[in-house]
C-alpha cells in the first residue's frame, strides 16, 4: 500500500516535472523568437515551437570578430559576427522567404542577404538599402550555406565599412573563421546528411536566363542539387565543362580562388593574393585542379542563395554557360518567384 502511494507520488512528480520541462522550453523558445524580431529585425516565428522537447537545441549566441583590409576602401574593416540557434531544424527551409544572414551597420539598418536587396552584380554580388551598400559577399554567402550554418542559425554581420574583405579571393578565411568559433559546425556537415535532406524544393519546371553576349544559365529539374559551368580559358580560349554536386567535397569550391587578369588585380592590389593571368598564363600554383572553374561554381553558388534557401535543398541541375553574377542573380529571382508561388 505505502510502495502504491510512493510510486503514485512518484510518477506525479514526473508528470509535472516533464510538463514544467516543456513549458519552460517553450517559452524559452518563444521569448527568443520575441527577442531576435524586437531588436534584430528577424521575422518572429510563433511556428517555432514544436510539440516534441526532444527536438530542441538549446539556443545560444555566439559572438566572434575578424578584421581585414578592404580592397576598396583600403581600410581595415571590422567585422562582428553573432551566430544565434533557432532551436529547431527544418524551420529554415520551411520559412523560405528569408535566409536568416543580415549585414548590419553602424548606423543600425540592416540588409538581408536575399535577392530584393541586390544593387549591383556587375564585377562582384553588391547588396544594398537605402544608405548602405555591401560588395563581395557572394563568397562568405557561399561558405554559410554549403557548411548549412544557416539552416540551425541566425547570422547577423556587423560591419563598420562597405565591403566583405577579399582576402584571398576564396571562401577560406570564413570557412576557418567559423570551424574556430562555431563548434556545431563540424556536426552540420554530417547532420544531417546532405543529400538525404528532407526538405527539399522539387523544381517542375526548367528555368532558363540569358545575355547579350549569348551567356545563359538554364535550370532543369534533377534528384538532388547540381551544378555545371562551361568555361573558357582566360588566354588559350579552351572550353571546359566541370560539375559539382551535393556529395561532392565542399572544399573544392570553398577553396578556389578568384581571378582576374594581371593588370586588373595590380590596380586592385591584389596581384599575389588571388590567381592572376597574362599571355603566359595562370601566375600561381592552383590549389587544386580546374580551380578557376571551381571558383564559378562557387560564386553561382553564393548567388544562388539570394533565393532565400540553401541551395543545398534545391532539387535541381544548374547548368551555366559562361555565366556571370548578373545571371546567377537573375536566376536567383526566377527560383525564389518560384518557390513562393509553388507554396502560396
Ligand atoms: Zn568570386
Keep these: 500500500m505505502k510502495n502504491n502511494k510512493q510510486q503514485k507520488q512518484a510518477t506525479q512528480i514526473i508528470v509535472v516535472g516533464s510538463l514544467t520541462q516543456l513549458l519552460t ?34 539556443p545560444k ?12 576602401s583600403k581600410k581595415e574593416i571590422h567585422l ?11 524551420e529554415i527551409i520551411n520559412s523560405n522567404s528569408f535566409t536568416n544572414i543580415f549585414f548590419q551597420f553602424p548606423d543600425n539598418s540592416k540588409i538581408e542577404a536575399t535577392v530584393e536587396n541586390l544593387k549591383s552584380a556587375q564585377r562582384n554580388t553588391v ?47 570564413w570557412k576557418n573563421l567559423f570551424n574556430e568559433h562555431l563548434i556545431y559546425t563540424k556536426e552540420t556537415e554530417k547532420l544531417p546528411k546532405r ?15 540569358s545575355d547579350k553576349q549569348n551567356r545563359s544559365l538554364v535550370a532543369i529539374p534533377a534528384d538532388k542539387f547540381k551544378m555545371s559551368y562551361l568555361f573558357m580559358h582566360p588566354v588559350t580560349k579552351e572550353k571546359q565543362w566541370v560539375s559539382w554536386e551535393t556529395d561532392d567535397d565542399i572544399n573544392l569550391l570553398i577553396n578556389a580562388r578568384t581571378f582576374a587578369s594581371t593588370m586588373e588585380n595590380e590596380m586592385m592590389g591584389v596581384k599575389g593574393k588571388v590567381l592572376s593571368y597574362d599571355q603566359n598564363g595562370f601566375d600561381l600554383e592552383f590549389r587544386h585542379e580546374h ?6 561554381l562557387l560564386d553561382l553558388f553564393g548567388d544562388l542563395s539570394l533565393c532565400g534557401v540553401n541551395p543545398l535543398y534545391i532539387k535541381a541541375h544548374f547548368i551555366s554557360y559562361m555565366g556571370s553574377h548578373s545571371l546567377n542573380t537573375e ?6 518567384t518560384y518557390i513562393q508561388l509553388a507554396r502560396s
Excluded: W
Aim: aromatic share 12%; with cysteine.
Design 291 to 296: 580551380e578557376p572553374i571551381y571558383h564559378k
Design 127 to 173: 547588396l544594398g538599402n537605402e544608405n548602405n551598400s555591401i560588395c563581395f559577399v557572394e563568397h562568405l554567402l557561399a561558405v554559410i550555406n554549403l557548411l548549412s550554418i544557416n539552416y540551425y542559425e541566425a547570422l547577423i554581420i556587423q560591419i563598420d565599412g562597405q565591403e566583405i574583405p577579399l582576402e584571398d579571393g576564396s571562401g577560406k578565411t
Design 61 to 72: 549566441i555566439t559572438k566572434f570578430d575578424y578584421k581585414a583590409l578592404g580592397v576598396l
Design 331 to 336: 536566376m536567383a529571382k526566377v527560383i525564389k
Design 25 to 58: 522550453c517553450k517559452i524559452k523558445i518563444f521569448l527568443k523568437s520575441l527577442y531576435l524580431a524586437l531588436f534584430h529585425g528577424v521575422p518572429f516565428r510563433p511556428s517555432m515551437i514544436s510539440n516534441s522537447p526532444t527536438e530542441y537545441i538549446e
Design 195 to 209: 543529400s538525404d535532406c528532407i526538405h527539399q524544393i522539387n523544381l517542375q519546371n526548367a528555368f532558363h536566363v
Design 80 to 90: 562582428d559576427f553573432i551566430a544565434e540557434n533557432y532551436g529547431f531544424e527544418g
